[in-house]
């Protein structure tokens, strides 16, 4: 059975910075491009990033750029999102995905982000 199980969020301020993880299990983690993605309130499901298997390719949405940076542990099979200078628009549940852009089979419960002073 795939599992993902995100972690990490919280309430930050803006400007502030998270951490997030998910742990990978039930499947060949390092066989699949991992994404994340991100639904804020309202509004549907937006794209944030993916890194290929060997974490030698990463992507992200344009508004993503320069401030948030996907990377994986492959041995440890979790996933990880390192977001920096986080804005009040960042604000929303954020969701571990198997597979690439648009390709997701699975996603995880998600892990809320609030970033609001």
């Known amino acids: 059975e795939v599992q993902l199980v995100e972690s990490g969020g919280g309430l930050v301020q803006p400007g502030g910075s998270l951490r997030l993880s998910c742990a990978a299990s039930?499947?060949?983690?390092?066989?699949?491009?991992m994404s994340w993605v991100r639904q804020a309130p309202g509004k549907g499901l937006e794209w944030v990033s993916s890194?290929?298997?060997?974490?030698?390719?990463?992507t992200y949405a344009e508004s993503m750029k320069g401030r948030f940076t996907i990377s994986r542990d492959n041995a440890k099979n979790t996933l990880y999102l390192q977001m920096n200078s986080l804005k009040s628009e960042d604000t929303a549940v954020y969701y571990c995905?198997?597979?690439?852009?648009?390709?997701?089979?699975?996603w995880g419960q998600g892990t809320q982000v609030t970033v609001s002073s």
């Open positions: 039930g499947f060949t983690f390092d066989d699949y491009t």
């Open positions: 995905a198997k597979g690439s852009y648009k390709e997701y089979d699975y």
């Open positions: 890194i290929t298997w060997n974490g030698g390719i990463s």
